[in-house]
């Protein structure tokens, strides 16, 4: 058989044909009226997506480093923020706060718990005096998703921002950022908007850049105030990555060109696929709101942990997720994310059953595919 590799990771996700080859093309320059169109016109796109009339700014990093940024150009060593920990990367946000020496208060929430807004009024309640809150739409290592617009609600009534990570939700789920009272959404581009990794994407409110202004975190690279100054300019303070840039234009006329409305039914319909997929072998989901990002999957008692993941990957190339370290083992997470159609539902719940098959799970086959299919079908009609 010929080994063909099937990407279905949340991250980096699958990239449109004609997006891939965009980075063949010579490098023009960034000093350029050609390139300051399609770097504004990408910005325009980016504004769509994350629902906001204010700057979305482009910077050269993994999703990361928009956490990063959020951090640096809003607060200060000693400030206190909380910051909400269901999953590897809400631990991030702390992580960050104490390497600048913001004084976080962690929220840790149980992997793939729900945590409500009425929690979160509670939290602020208890903790006055806090700067800023820090959660995820998507905790993409539970494929839990949050009620952010009632964490906007709450926080919209206190002195705090709310900084959002959107870097696997924005465009695949709903998170309208000023509409939902969002002061900060970053993203990265190798999820939901369909290019290589590279790029990230950060968004401020008038409220966070108050903040900015006061805000003495030791910053260079990602100041924020250098990016506004240059996009008046229609340019970057560094050298942008110019293919990417043009890349992220392409695949944005495919999004813009769908439309929001159609993108989220598009993930609702893969989501629905997949979790009737592994419901159908008699397996349970990890989140208990789970998203339409990716579906966590509980290892089946009897397998030895890892070993779903290995299998598919090395046998039948299929890039499925494993759990992050601590839950190593526990669950397996299958991607519905950014550039992919119907017929990759199929091959990933196909390569889980053959899988399992392997690995003495005891289930008829078949029966995954046969519960998808029905509900991808009627999305084509
Ligand atoms: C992927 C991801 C990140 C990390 O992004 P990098 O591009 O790896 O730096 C952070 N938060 C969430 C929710 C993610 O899905």
Known sequence: MIKKYYLLSPGPTPVPENVLAAAAEPIIHHRTPEFSKIFMDTTEGLKLVFGTKEDV???????????????????????????????????????????????????????????????????????????????????????????????????????????????SGTGAT????????????????????????????????????????????????FDARKAKKNLLDKTTPWTPAISLVIQQKKALDIIVG????????????????????VKALGLELLAERPGNILTAVKTPAGIEGGKIVKTMQTKYMAYIAGAQDPMKGKFFRIAHLGYMGGFDIITALTALEMTLADLGYAFEIGAAVKAAEPILRESWS
């Not at 993108?263 to 997929?277: C, P």
């Open 258 to 277: 769908m439309g929001l409305e159609k993108l989220f039914a598009h993930h609702r319909i893969l989501g629905d696929a997949t979790r009737a997929g």
């Open 57 to 167: 700014f482009i910077l050269t990093s993994s999703g990361t480093g928009a956490m990063e940024a959020a951090v640096v150009n809003t607060l200060s060593p000693g400030d206190k923020v909380l910051t909400i920990n269901a999953g590897k990367f809400g631990e991030r946000w702390g992580n960050i706060c104490k390497a600048y020496g913001v004084a976080y208060k962690e929220i840790v929430v149980e992997w793939g718990k729900d945590y409500t807004k009425e929690q979160l009024e509670a939290a602020l309640q208890a903790n006055p005096g806090v700067k800023a809150v820090f959660c995820q739409i998507s905790e993409t290592s539970t494929g839990a998703i949050f009620d952010i617009r009632g964490f906007g609600e709450v926080v919209a009534k206190t002195e705090a921002i709310l900084v959002v990570d959107g870097i």
């Open 174 to 221: 709903p998170c309208p950022m000023d509409e939902w009272n969002i002061d900060i959404m970053v993203s990265g581009c190798q999820k939901s908007f369909m290019i290589p990794p590279g790029l990230a994407y950060i968004a401020f409110s008038p409220k966070a850049w108050k903040l900015v202004e006061t805000a003495k975190c030791p910053k260079f690279y």
